[in-house]
Structure formats: C-alpha cells, structure tokens
C-alpha cells in the first residue's frame, strides 16, 4: 500500500520544492501520484537502518486519497504505534506492516491538513528490537507539492 511509491522503479519526478519532491507511476495500469520527503535530522541508537521518508500518495482509481504513511528504515515492532508531532498537533499511526506504519483512514485528511500549516513534523519510532528513532522533517515546500500531486 504506502511502501509502493519507495519501490516503485519506473517513478517520474514531477515537481520539486522545498524539501518535497512529486512523483507519478502506473500499477496496474492506474495512475499513482505520490510526495515523499527524507528527514533533515535523525536521532536514535540504532546500529544500521535503511532509507526513512514520509510520503502522501494518491491513488484515484481506487478512489483514495491523501494517504500518510513513513518508512522507518527498519521493521516497526508489532503492536508499539508511531507517533508524530506536527507543529504542537500530535498524531499516533496505529496501522504497520514491516517497514511502514500508516495512519487509520480518518486520520490521513487531520494529517495532511496539519501538515499544510506548520513548518516542522517529528516522528518517534520503535524498531523490532526495541531502538526507538526520532526522526524530523523540514514542511517547507509540502503545500505545493501537495498541490503538484493535486493537479497530477
């Protein structure tokens, strides 16, 4: 679900601000735009980790929208939600499989909403081993990259 846009091979970038980039696919010959954006800072004492990022994905011919998800870079543990903070707004992402944690469908338009109006998010992740991670991520440039995928 969320970790396809990480995966997906054949993106093509279709718009970069700030520190978000826009992104668009096909699977199973349906248009997929996506928005992803790395942590500018990451604290934790974890060992090794892989590639961590946020992301905002559309997928309009399964009518979905707006969908958060973040990669943690390690497997999540089962059972320990991910929390965020955006601006003073918090948020748990109670949905995760492996690598990716996901916020409950009526969470992802609260979500997107906060975003668009601060300036910094900061996500507190527990790994499988029980390392926890804080990762933060620059908002500047989201609005219009959100609007890139909008318009994609």
Known sequence: MGA???????????AT???????????NKKQVCFM???PTKSEGTYKQR??????ITHRPGEGAFGVFSFVAGYPLK???????DIGTRPFTLGV?????AWASSDDDKNLVHAMKGAKTMTVLATSAKGTESKDYFSLNGFDVIYEAINKA
Not at 50 to 55: I, R, T, W
């Open 4 to 14: 396809a846009p990480v995966m997906a091979q054949d993106a093509k970038t279709i």
């Open 17 to 27: 601000h700030g520190d978000w980039t826009a992104y668009v696919f096909k699977e």
């Open 36 to 38: 992803a954006s790395r």
């Open 50 to 55: 892989g590639d961590v990022l946020a992301s």
């Open 78 to 84: 089962e059972g320990r939600p991910v929390k965020i």
């Open 96 to 100: 995760s499989h492996g690598e990716t």
